[in-house]
């Protein structure tokens, strides 16, 4: 079997576990930017524009945190997922995609079903590219996609597959080592994250279940 049809039946077999999960590959319509698009131009500015506006914050660190959260949901769960499965994981790196934010939210694809790299590779270009355009901390933004990962694994575990020694490999070694703790509870995976993504700065926002601050 190719590396195409090996990356399109893992993304078949974990596209149900949820929409975060679903994966699309293939070009777009024009309303969509390439990956490049991250790094150069007005796209990555305008879509946080468009999320402060949206969340009525006077903070652009809140937005930009709250892009890279919803980036790093839709790009790191059908990675997470296809390691669960024993399947091969899509290159997310930001050449291999397209992307858009409208008000549905943030939304990505795949340009090609290929096989990538680490996590690591795949998103640092991405955190710099956001640190670069407000001052948020990188600290805060691994911190976001940790959280994705142990909300991935939390998923997944929940239809009877065991993540334990998933989590602990993807959890060994940076970006994600010391971004969060897991606790141990029976038949669930609970993660503590060590930041704050923020939300708790919106009108409303409050507390997220992983969150290291106080309960508000």
Known sequence: ????????????????????????????????????????????PDALDRITARYRTGERRV???????????????PVVAARAVDG?????????????????GLQVRLKDPVAGVGIGESLEPVVEAVHAVTPVARGLLWGNAGSNVAGALRTISRGGVDCAALADELFADPPLKGTG????????????????????????????????LPRR
């Open 63 to 77: 937005a930009a945190s709250l892009f890279f959260l919803g980036y790093t949901a839709r790009v790191l769960s």
């Open 181 to 212: 703790e897991f606790i141990p509870f029976p038949g669930e995976v609970v993660f503590r994250r060590r930041s704050c993504c923020l939300y708790y700065r919106l009108d409303g926002g409050g507390t997220c279940g992983d969150c290291p």
């Open 88 to 104: 091969v994981a899509p290159d997310i790196r930001p050449g291999n995609l397209w992307w858009r934010y409208t008000p549905e």
């Open 1 to 44: 079997m190719s590396e195409f049809a090996r990356v399109l039946a893992t993304l078949r077999q974990i596209r149900g576990l949820s929409p975060f999960f679903a994966l699309d590959v293939g070009r777009p319509d024009d309303s969509w930017h390439d990956g490049e698009a991250l790094f150069q131009g007005a796209a990555l």
